[in-house]
């Protein structure tokens, strides 16, 4: 296949105080977060000026992108767009088409299957091409990367980094626990084809965190959720990393490695709730915590993202190390199979 570009899909965040309001009402509209989850993420995010770092992060992500391509003949320009915040996808789809873009590959920013991780950037993608209309480029979205050995390496080196962080003394009995962003119970029932029996989500996370952990010869660890925002009644996957720590505390562990296998760089909710609420907690506990890094800036991640473009272009086979299957790979946004990763069920408006 002749592919003209590669489009850069993320989730976008602020970069001003006066984006905040505008662009938490982008993430949530018609999604049910209670407006106190709003107030407090807002101030999460004006704790940091109102500043998300997650665009800046990006923007680093193209720059070694475009190196990389350039060093191993990949002949292609790079845009960047996200669903939330400028540059809207909507804009750089138009871009494209006006550069004469015809015909062009999508990386999102999420390794993961599921309605948020996966499903919703296909919606990103078609929204983009309908609001662009006549001449919009057809955008075949890159695979689900969970298992990808290149971000179990990255993630497996940054556990060994953090364990070595901790005090020496400490470090034989730390454990070491993933976390990943919590969905509704609901949403991770219906991630993936209904055939392969749903949860694709949480399967995805529990074997990349399986794969991260043996990567690094760590011989325990677990698996827990962060940033959860739903209303309380509605259930979403747990436990939350804080609740957690305590548990961990009360049986006598001393020391954590918390590893974000669920986030490719350390947007604000890896240096809100972790690097903030969830290092409080350990203090309270009197833990030792040390955060491992996010693969973002990793040299081996555009490396990634190259050969996840030459599995396409150039039918390099597909690396990977799970046994949990990886979709994603549509044409202009249709869904992956048929019923996967529906849509979850909105209450309509009163
Ligand atoms: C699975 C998943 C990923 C990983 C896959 C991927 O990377 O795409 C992810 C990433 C991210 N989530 C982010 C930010 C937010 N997510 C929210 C809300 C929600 N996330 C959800 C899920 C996920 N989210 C869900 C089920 C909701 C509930 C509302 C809804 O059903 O959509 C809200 C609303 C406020 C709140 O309630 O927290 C915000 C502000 C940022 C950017 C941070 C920055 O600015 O640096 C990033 C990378
Ligand atoms: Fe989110």
């Known amino acids: 296949m002749n592919y003209d570009a590669l489009l850069v899909l993320s989730f976008g965040g602020p970069?001003?105080?006066?984006?905040?309001?505008?662009?938490?009402?982008?993430v949530t509209r018609?999604?049910?977060?209670?407006?106190?989850?709003?107030?407090?993420?807002?101030?999460?995010?004006?704790?940091?000026?109102?500043?998300?770092?997650?665009?800046?992060?990006?923007?680093?992500?193209?720059?070694?992108?475009?190196?990389?391509?350039?060093?191993?003949?990949?002949?292609?320009?790079?845009?960047?767009?996200?669903?939330?915040?400028?540059?809207?996808?909507?804009?750089?789809?138009?871009?494209?088409?006006?550069?004469?873009?015809?015909?062009?590959?999508?990386?999102?920013?999420?390794?993961?299957?599921?309605?948020?991780?996966?499903?919703?950037?296909h919606e990103d993608i078609a929204r983009a091409r309908a609001a662009v209309g006549e001449g919009a480029p057809q955008l075949t979205k890159l695979r689900q990367y969970y298992d990808h050995p290149l971000l179990v390496d990255a993630f497996a080196d940054a556990i060994t980094a953090a364990l070595h962080r901790l005090p020496a003394d400490k470090r034989a009995g730390a454990r070491v626990v993933f976390t990943a962003h919590s969905v509704p119970v609901s949403a991770d029932a219906a991630a993936g084809p209904p055939s392969?029996?749903?949860?694709?989500?949480?399967?995805?996370?529990?074997?990349?965190?399986?794969?991260?952990?043996?990567?690094?010869?760590?011989?325990?660890?677990?698996?827990?959720?962060?940033?959860?925002?739903?209303p309380p009644q509605i259930p979403w996957l747990e436990p939350d990393i804080?609740?957690?720590?305590?548990?961990?505390?009360?049986?006598?562990?001393?020391?954590?490695?918390?590893?974000?296998?669920?986030?490719?760089?350390?947007?604000?909710?890896?240096?809100?709730?972790?690097?903030?609420?969830?290092?409080?907690?350990?203090?309270?506990?009197?833990?030792?915590?040390?955060?491992?890094?996010?693969?973002g800036d990793d040299p081996r991640f555009a490396t990634l993202v190259r050969t996840l473009v030459q599995e396409r272009t150039s039918g390099v086979a597909a690396a990977r190390l799970g046994s949990e299957p990886a979709f994603g790979t549509t044409v202009d946004g249709s869904p992956c199979n048929p019923g996967c990763c529906e849509p979850p069920v909105r209450r309509r408006p009163a």
């Not at 992108?65 to 915040?85: H, I, K, M, Q, S």
């Not at 400028?86 to 873009?101: N, Q, S």
Request: charged share 25%; glycine share 10%; aromatic share 8%.
């Open 15 to 26: 970069e001003g105080p006066d984006d905040v309001r505008p662009f938490l009402e982008n």
């Open 30 to 121: 018609g999604r049910g977060v209670p407006p106190e989850r709003l107030d407090a993420v807002a101030e999460h995010y004006l704790h940091f000026g109102g500043v998300s770092p997650i665009n800046r992060l990006n923007r680093e992500i193209i720059a070694a992108v475009e190196a990389e391509f350039a060093l191993t003949g990949v002949d292609l320009p790079v845009y960047f767009g996200n669903r939330n915040w400028h540059p809207m996808v909507e804009d750089t789809v138009a871009g494209m088409r006006d550069d004469g873009v015809r015909n062009a590959l999508v990386f999102p920013t999420s390794a993961w299957g599921g309605y948020s991780g996966c499903r919703q950037y």
């Open 196 to 230: 392969a029996g749903g949860h694709l989500y949480s399967r995805q996370v529990a074997e990349a965190a399986r794969l991260c952990a043996a990567a690094a010869g760590v011989a325990e660890h677990d698996l827990v959720w962060q940033s959860r925002s739903g």
């Open 242 to 295: 804080c609740d957690h720590l305590e548990t961990l505390a009360d049986s006598g562990v001393e020391a954590v490695v918390v590893c974000p296998v669920g986030f490719v760089s350390d947007h604000l909710e890896v240096i809100w709730d972790l690097d903030t609420e969830a290092v409080e907690k350990a203090a309270e506990l009197g833990m030792a915590f040390e955060r491992a890094g996010t693969p």
